[in-house]
């Protein structure tokens, strides 16, 4: 095979090659995409406006928000215009950006999932402490750290896996996907990429077992609360958190449950858009249908710009 060490462009996987499919995919991913935009961006809007939401765990929240916003933005967008424009070509330096991306704020997703679960402990099995723990300052090391992690994440699997040589430049996903651009390496260095996957899922393994052994302690906890209004209390803190975990982890054993396999099929496909696209079109409409204090700040907000309407 060539040596495609030098080429310029990948071709990506299409969703169909008749036309009246692409308009009908690039439509269904245009409202899902601006769903998903819609959503996380009222709930940073939100959180930012009504200081009664300016605590750790809405804080926290607002960066998941910015990183779904994000998540989405790396390949949705680029799919929709492969099927509204017909063209399946990637650039090398837009391929890279998309792996440097995602995996950023996949971890990033991943990282803030763990910190409110730690968020959450603290709050219902130590409150005493609550304040002194998650303070201002600490909630702030905490992003910064996801950020630092993620970055240096990103840079690795990218730098890593572009690091070896192509043989081909045909990916058979609709996204620069690091295990289907593995396949079209020539060389053994692939390996070293796959090594730093094995170790990375394992991360996120560990992340997992943490956010369920926590989750574990605060059940116990909230059963140990004597009045049936304190528990519903301490649960309704915790369960939008919990179903966003809850769908994190069911999309991301929905993806990787599969073993790969060489030639593209429609469950691959169909496999990876539940994972990257359903999370964060998710998360803020799960926050705000079962968060309270969202929905009255979303209140607010729709009420104050309605007066100042009636002002003018």
């Given at each position: 095979?060539?040596?495609?060490?030098?080429?310029?462009?990948?071709?990506?996987?299409?969703?169909?090659?008749?036309?009246?499919?692409?308009?009908?995919?690039?439509?269904?991913?245009?409202?899902?995409?601006?769903?998903?935009?819609?959503?996380?961006?009222?709930?940073?809007?939100?959180?930012?406006?009504?200081?009664h939401l300016h605590?750790?765990?809405?804080?926290?929240?607002?960066?998941?928000a910015m990183m779904d916003l994000g998540t989405i933005s790396v390949m949705v967008p680029k799919s929709m215009a492969v099927s509204l424009l017909n063209s399946r070509f990637m650039s090398y330096s837009g391929c890279i950006a998309q792996v440097f991306f995602s995996y950023f704020f996949g971890t990033s997703d991943?990282?803030?999932?763990t910190i409110m679960a730690h968020d959450r402990y603290v709050a219902i099995c130590n409150p005493l402490q609550y304040e002194l723990i998650?303070?201002?300052g600490a909630c702030m090391r905490m992003v910064a750290i996801v950020w630092i992690i993620s970055l240096l994440n990103a840079t690795l699997h990218a730098g890593c896996t572009f690091a070896n040589t192509f043989c081909s430049n045909a990916v058979n996903q609709f996204f620069c996907e690091i295990?289907?651009?593995?396949?079209?390496?020539?060389?053994?260095?692939?390996?070293?990429?796959?090594?730093?996957?094995?170790?990375?899922?394992?991360?996120?393994?560990?992340?997992?077992?943490?956010?369920?052994?926590?989750?574990?302690?605060?059940?116990?906890?909230?059963?140990?609360?004597?009045?049936?209004?304190?528990?519903?209390?301490?649960?309704?803190?915790?369960?939008?958190?919990?179903?966003?975990?809850?769908?994190?982890?069911f999309t991301g054993v929905f993806?990787?449950?599969?073993?790969?396999?060489?030639?593209?099929?429609n469950v691959d496909i169909a496999f990876a858009v539940v994972y990257t696209i359903i999370?964060?079109?998710?998360?803020p409409f799960i926050y705000s249908m079962r968060n309270?204090?969202?929905?009255?700040?979303?209140?607010?907000?729709?009420?104050?710009?309605h007066s100042s309407k009636n002002i003018f």
């Amino acid at each position: 095979m060539s040596n495609l060490t030098s080429m310029s462009t990948f071709l990506l996987l299409g969703f169909s090659d008749i036309r009246e499919l692409q308009i009908l995919h690039f439509f269904v991913f245009l409202v899902l995409y601006l769903m998903a935009i819609m959503g996380n961006f009222l709930i940073i809007v939100v959180v930012v406006c009504d200081h009664h939401l300016h605590t750790p765990m809405y804080f926290f929240l607002m960066n998941l928000a910015m990183m779904d916003l994000g998540t989405i933005s790396v390949m949705v967008p680029k799919s929709m215009a492969v099927s509204l424009l017909n063209s399946r070509f990637m650039s090398y330096s837009g391929c890279i950006a998309q792996v440097f991306f995602s995996y950023f704020f996949g971890t990033s997703d991943l990282a803030l999932l763990t910190i409110m679960a730690h968020d959450r402990y603290v709050a219902i099995c130590n409150p005493l402490q609550y304040e002194l723990i998650m303070n201002r300052g600490a909630c702030m090391r905490m992003v910064a750290i996801v950020w630092i992690i993620s970055l240096l994440n990103a840079t690795l699997h990218a730098g890593c896996t572009f690091a070896n040589t192509f043989c081909s430049n045909a990916v058979n996903q609709f996204f620069c996907e690091i295990p289907r651009l593995l396949k079209l390496s020539c060389t053994d260095f692939y390996l070293v990429e796959v090594g730093f996957l094995v170790l990375g899922w394992s991360i996120g393994l560990g992340c997992f077992i943490f956010i369920i052994i926590t989750y574990v302690q605060i059940f116990s906890t909230v059963r140990r609360i004597p009045s049936v209004h304190g528990q519903k209390k301490a649960l309704s803190t915790c369960l939008p958190h919990l179903m966003v975990v809850s769908v994190f982890m069911f999309t991301g054993v929905f993806a990787y449950a599969k073993p790969p396999t060489d030639a593209a099929s429609n469950v691959d496909i169909a496999f990876a858009v539940v994972y990257t696209i359903i999370p964060p079109t998710l998360n803020p409409f799960i926050y705000s249908m079962r968060n309270k204090e969202i929905k009255i700040a979303m209140w607010k907000l729709l009420d104050y710009r309605h007066s100042s309407k009636n002002i003018f």
